[in-house]
């Protein structure tokens, strides 16, 4: 389909479009949904000026910020996630790049991720060199998550510290060494429409494993603080049914953000929409949803859990 033709798919009545995008999902994923989980290993104290962020030095925040965490913490939080059913478990470091002091540090955690029976490592540090890339796969790294956020023609109403090819490279080396890679966006930044389409035309030709869907969560101190009413949930459901017939068989996830965007009933309708993996927990400055309550949903929707 063109972008034309997807712009005018938002035209379509939600139901419409959930019609064509739940076949998709079912044929592709069945009823299983997978959960994930994270650990905000350096907090704080970025360099860069993303708007939307909590952890950007240029802005002032109410965030506690904290230097790198041990080992010891990162494996013990990955076994608490195994128990609450996350299949997947990310180190995640505030930062453009990864700080040299803390990248061997890193590379040991993953190795503590991956000890953890059942549990696949991820690693999201910012942008990669060759040899960082590199020596990540070397210590048994599963899969990387570099965000797109935006698209290309809006990214630099977004970030001027750094550029959206700075992003696209580092998701060029992560796929040349082999690692599954995880790449998303952010919902509700002030894009139109026919942005949106552009995300998800660009998605599809990064044609990463899995996508995660931020629904922007306005932090008071940054420029975006006011940004409550950029989207609703009827767009942000129609965003995920045409993201599903977009890509029909990459993961969709649900990640920062649906606490505050999405009802109750709005996110069960979301696995309906597209999605079949989910975040669970506390995000990276941000309260999330129990896991408990995860589960239930899933009960209540008649879906499994991926184990």
């Known amino acids: ?27 592709n994923f069945g009823n299983k949904v997978e959960f994930c989980s994270l650990i905000s290993a350096r907090t704080g104290k970025c360099s860069q000026n993303c708007k939307y962020c909590a952890q950007s030095s240029h802005y002032r925040t109410d965030i506690e910020t904290h230097p790198l ?25 505030s930062g453009k790049n990864p700080e040299e002091s803390d990248f061997d540090s890193i590379l040991e955690m993953i190795g503590e991720v991956n000890a953890v029976e059942g549990l696949r490592s991820c ?20 899969r990387f998550h570099h965000n797109i956020n935006t698209c290309k023609s809006y990214y630099p109403s977004i970030c001027t510290t750094h550029t959206y ?23 509700g930044m002030g894009e139109s429409r026919e942005q949106r389409v552009e995300m998800g035309m660009e998605l599809a030709e990064i044609s990463p494993n899995s996508i995660p869907l931020n629904f922007l969560y306005p932090i008071k101190g940054t420029p975006f603080e006011s940004y409550i009413d950029k989207i609703d949930e009827e767009e942000i ?6 993201f599903r017939i977009m890509m ?4 969709l996830r ?11 009933t709005g996110m069960a309708k979301g696995f ?13 400055t941000t309260i999330g949803i129990s896991p408990e309550e995860d589960k239930k949903m899933l009960k209540e929707t008649g879906r499994e859990l991926l184990v």
Not at 73 to 82: G, H, I, L, M, Q
Not at 123 to 142: F, T, V
Not at 171 to 184: D, H, N, P, S, Y
Not at 254 to 263: H, V
């Open 1 to 27: 389909m063109s972008k034309k033709e997807f712009i005018e798919l938002y035209e379509e009545s939600l139901e419409e479009l959930i019609k064509i995008s739940s076949v998709l999902t079912g044929t």
């Open 272 to 284: 309906d929409a597209g999605v079949d993996a989910v975040l669970i927990g506390n995000m990276l």
């Open 237 to 242: 459901l129609k965003t995920i049914a045409i």
């Open 69 to 93: 965490v041990s080992k010891e913490e990162v494996r013990k939080t990955a076994e608490d996630a195994r128990k609450n059913g996350a299949s997947r478990f990310a180190i995640v470091t």
């Open 248 to 251: 029909p068989d990459i993961s």
């Open 123 to 142: 690693a999201s540090i910012g942008l990669l060199d060759k040899h960082e890339a590199a020596a990540l796969k070397e210590a048994g790294l599963k």
């Open 165 to 187: 090819k700075d992003r696209i490279r580092t998701i060029e080396l992560v796929k040349e060494q082999g690692l599954e890679l995880c790449c998303g966006v952010i919902l």
């Open 254 to 264: 649900y990640t920062g953000g649906r606490l505050l965007r999405l009802s109750k």
